[in-house]
């Protein structure tokens, strides 16, 4: 038990030794001068939704702790309030991930909506004011991880994520979803006709974010703006010049506003058009490496053919909990972590757990000719 305990000490202190130099330090920790830029070299570490596997998701608190762990990105879900205030939260509806069923002056708000065709019903966010949502609190999504945080966080609003990346002491890209904006917009209202993608763009300007991928601009305030819905990125297109991303769900589901698969704007044809509009796709791992039994076949060729378009490639989601951790990798996520980067070769990585992805690019960063991996050492 000692020895597994010790074991990460033991690949840091032989990693240091022989590749004769310090490792880099983690970024969070680079000084108190000018802010350490966002590293380019390497494929992104993107905190998904903060680092939520130890702290509940969107939350100040998550985020500030992927920011510590190393990441390159915190990345955030944007919805609506019922007074057409952006907050950061994933689901449309608050039962899951806060304790809206207990505060009994909500109850009435426990409504039935049709959703992309089905009905769905709870608690939505766009029938709460800002000030209601700021009443509740939220908690872990999943009964395994952690739950001591539970009930400490509140909600916050977009504004307040952007605050979290500014005040960082290193540069800290930001990476928002535009979430369910056909949803949206069916719910909520904005003067002068506005819709949900104009908000979000305008809040993004409001602090100073745009510019062209790797521009001097861009890297000053890194920014990827995401979207499952392909219509919105084409929309906003003519609205911010910052790079954009196309989400990619299962080949089989309809997209929220095309009514096409998936796998029909994966085809060549499609990333033709679409290469105009973004950089980039995020796609679900399952469509670049399909699964059977748990263990992961043979790898599909999205990714080949979308570097051939010159696409960027950020999958979604790694997590280090052995319920998610296909048998291949003898549950360890660093063996994932090694074949994603450099077997199937993306370019970012969606990740519950900063900590163990900016770990694992750290100890197998070419400090020097002789550095090796921290299993090559221990062999």
């Known amino acids: 038990m000692v020895l597994t305990r010790c074991l990460p000490l033991i690949w840091l202190f032989l990693l240091t030794a022989c590749a004769g130099r310090t490792l880099y330090p ?20 993107i905190a998904h939704r903060g680092s939520n596997g130890e702290i509940p998701e969107e939350t100040a608190a998550a985020y500030l702790r992927a920011i510590e762990e190393g990441a390159d990105f915190i990345e955030t879900d944007v919805l609506s309030t019922k007074d057409g205030v952006l ?19 909500f109850a009435d708000l426990n409504r039935t909506y049709e959703v992309q065709g089905s009905n769905m019903t709870g608690f939505f966010t766009f029938d709460f004011t800002l000030k209601e ?13 952690d739950q001591q945080y539970n009930g400490k966080y509140p909600i916050i609003t977009f504004e307040e994520f952007i605050t979290i990346a500014r005040d960082a002491p290193r540069v800290v890209g930001i990476y928002p979803e535009i979430k369910s904006p056909v949803l949206m ?17 305008e809040t993004l300007k409001k602090y100073g974010y745009g510019g062209s991928y790797l521009s001097k601009k861009w890297l000053k305030k890194p920014l990827f703006i995401q979207s499952f819905a392909p219509s919105s990125l ?8 910052s790079p954009k991303v196309l989400l990619i769900d299962d080949v089989t589901v309809l997209t929220e506003d095309t009514n096409q698969t998936y796998a029909e704007i994966t085809s060549d044809v499609y990333f033709n058009y679409i290469k105009q509009y973004v950089v980039g796709i995020g796609p679900w791992k399952d469509t670049v490496v399909p699964v059977s039994n748990n263990y992961t076949q043979t790898p599909t060729d999205l990714v080949k053919r979308a570097h051939a378009h010159n696409l960027q490639v950020h999958p979604y989601t790694y997590r280090n909990e052995n319920q998610f ?38 100890w197998t960063s070419p400090l020097s000719e002789t550095s090796k991996s921290p299993r090559q050492l221990l062999s």
């Open 26 to 45: 983690l970024p969070s920790k680079g000084g108190k001068s000018a802010k350490l830029s966002i590293q380019t070299s390497r494929p992104y570490n």
């Open 87 to 105: 907050i950061c939260f994933h689901d449309f509806t608050l039962q899951n991930t806060t304790n809206v069923a207990s505060h009994k002056e």
């Open 133 to 145: 949502l700021k009443k509740l609190r939220t908690k872990q999504r999943y009964s395994f991880r």
């Open 185 to 201: 917009n069916q719910h909520v209202k904005w003067p002068g006709g506005k819709r949900f993608e104009d908000k979000v763009v």
């Open 234 to 241: 084409v929309y906003i297109s003519d609205l911010t010049d």
């Open 325 to 362: 951790l296909h048998f291949n990798f003898s549950q360890d996520p660093y063996k994932e972590y090694e074949y994603w980067i450099n077997e199937i070769g993306v370019d970012g990585l969606f990740t519950d757990f900063t900590g163990s992805l900016h770990n694992y690019q750290e």
